[in-house]
């Protein structure tokens, strides 16, 4: 098991975390900055706090049956300043610590977002955001997503939301200027507030 509970770091280099244990980034409130980016597709388990930044670098963690947990609110972005951004995927399920208390921010701008596990999986989550007004890359979440909210920004990306069992408690404003693409045959999204 390897915990870095770093509140601030910089490394250059990409890292590939190969270890099989658990895997613990971040602080509370914090910021690491992995500037080539980092691969976690080995650890049987991630938790993720706080700013998780790369300059542009691309972010890829988890797997189908390995469990990303937000131990506190998280941001993932792959780009600063100028840069063009990168991709991050993310693989398996992913939860809070308390019910629909933990916010998910993912920036990629470029960068294509791919999510392939139910997002607030045993435990909701609160806000999840989906790039920023600079986002031009596409956005796939292909799980239920069970949250208070999401947060989709006025940007110029494509969009596919196509989980079967999502509920998203608030209303939704779907801002992207590309396309929309919403549930699955015979599957059911609910949106309580409306969208």
């Known amino acids: 098991n390897l915990q870095l509970n770093g509140a601030t770091g910089t490394i250059t280099n990409a890292v590939t975390f190969l270890n099989t244990g658990t ?32 300059a542009a670098g691309a972010v890829s963690i988890g797997g189908a049956t390995q469990t990303i947990t937000l131990g506190s609110a998280t941001t993932i972005q792959t780009y600063s300043g100028s840069g063009s951004g990168a991709n991050i995927t993310i693989s398996g399920p992913i939860q809070g610590t ?13 960068g294509v977002i791919s999510l392939t596990g ?66 699955a045959s015979g599957g059911t999204q609910t949106y309580t507030a409306g969208f």
């Open 23 to 54: 895997l613990t980034l971040g602080a509370s409130g914090g910021t690491q900055t992995y500037t080539a980016g980092f691969t976690a597709t080995a650890p049987s388990a991630t938790t993720l706090n706080g700013i998780i930044n790369t």
């Open 118 to 183: 139910a997002i607030g999986s045993t435990t909701a989550l609160g806000t999840v955001t989906l790039g920023d007004t600079s986002q031009t890359g596409a956005i796939s979440a292909s799980g239920a997503i069970t949250a208070t909210a999401v947060s989709i920004p006025a940007a110029a990306y494509n969009l596919s939301l196509t989980g079967n069992g999502s509920t998203i408690t608030n209303a939704v404003t779907f801002l992207n200027t590309g396309t929309l693409t919403l549930g």
């Open 98 to 110: 308390a019910a629909n208390t933990q916010n998910l921010n993912l920036y990629s701008k470029a």
